[in-house]
């Protein structure tokens, strides 16, 4: 069965920390994607990557970093020089291919909290 | 691009009333929609979805339905809500792969 964990319920930090949230999923598929999403205080879910089995090269966007690891099925999100912005849920999904991409399983969310 | 609408945005109701939300879907046609749950616990469930007109699909066992009467429109319901079905609903819709999230419906049974 797959399965997406995410055992950091909240992290708090203060402006300017560089802050990691840990993902591990479990699938017995070898092709799937793995997500990244933000939810704001608004609710509104928010995109911020896919990634798919076949490619475990790390990936920069700004301030925003994900170091995917199939050796230990982990898809960490790291924010460097993070800001109150930042403050949201955030979670990882799992989707397996060929399932039109919209069936994730998600793990329980990381709370970040960046204190000025 | 791709935009989602979802309404009433917040909602109240009594146990035993019934209920419908609204999807609507922007910017692209025979988009893959569905329909998660996030439970005061955080994590969302997938409930619903659907691969075209009148194909619906259930994940998982419950008090609500859906439906597609249009393309581009997606309709959660229930014809008498339990108290157990409050939390947060999220129309969603796929575009080359992405998965892309309406703004959400918040409902509280009361």
């Known amino acids: 069965a797959q399965k997406v964990t995410q055992a950091q319920t909240e992290i708090s930090v203060v402006e300017k920390e560089d802050v990691t949230l840990d993902c591990v999923y479990e699938?017995?598929?070898?092709?799937?994607?793995l997500f990244w999403y933000k939810q704001p205080p608004s609710g509104e879910l928010v995109f911020l990557i896919r990634r798919n089995s076949f490619d475990e090269q790390n990936e920069i966007s700004g301030r925003y970093s994900w170091n995917f690891q199939k050796s230990t099925s982990s898809f960490n999100f790291t924010i460097t020089a993070s800001q109150v912005v930042d403050s949201a849920v955030y979670f990882c999904?799992?989707?397996?291919?060929?399932?039109?991409?919209?069936?994730?399983?998600f793990g329980q969310g990381t709370e970040l909290s960046v204190k000025p | 691009s791709q935009t989602i609408h979802q309404w009433p945005a917040t909602l109240v109701q009594p146990v035993g009333s019934p209920l419908s939300l609204e999807c609507t879907v922007e910017?692209?046609?025979?988009?893959?929609l569905y329909w998660y749950r996030q439970a005061a616990g955080r994590g969302l469930q997938l409930l619903f979805y659907s691969v075209g007109i009148g194909q619906i699909s259930s994940e998982v066992p419950q008090n609500l339905s859906a439906s597609r009467p249009q393309d581009r429109q997606f309709i959660l319901s229930s014809k008498k809500l339990l108290l157990s079905d409050s939390g947060f609903y999220l129309c969603a819709g796929t575009l080359e792969g992405e998965l892309f999230f309406g703004e959400g419906s918040r409902l509280t049974v009361l």
């Open positions: 910017g692209t046609s025979n988009p893959n």
């Open positions: 699938t017995r598929d070898t092709t799937y994607y």
């Open positions: 999904a799992l989707s397996e291919a060929g399932n039109q991409g919209g069936k994730l399983i």
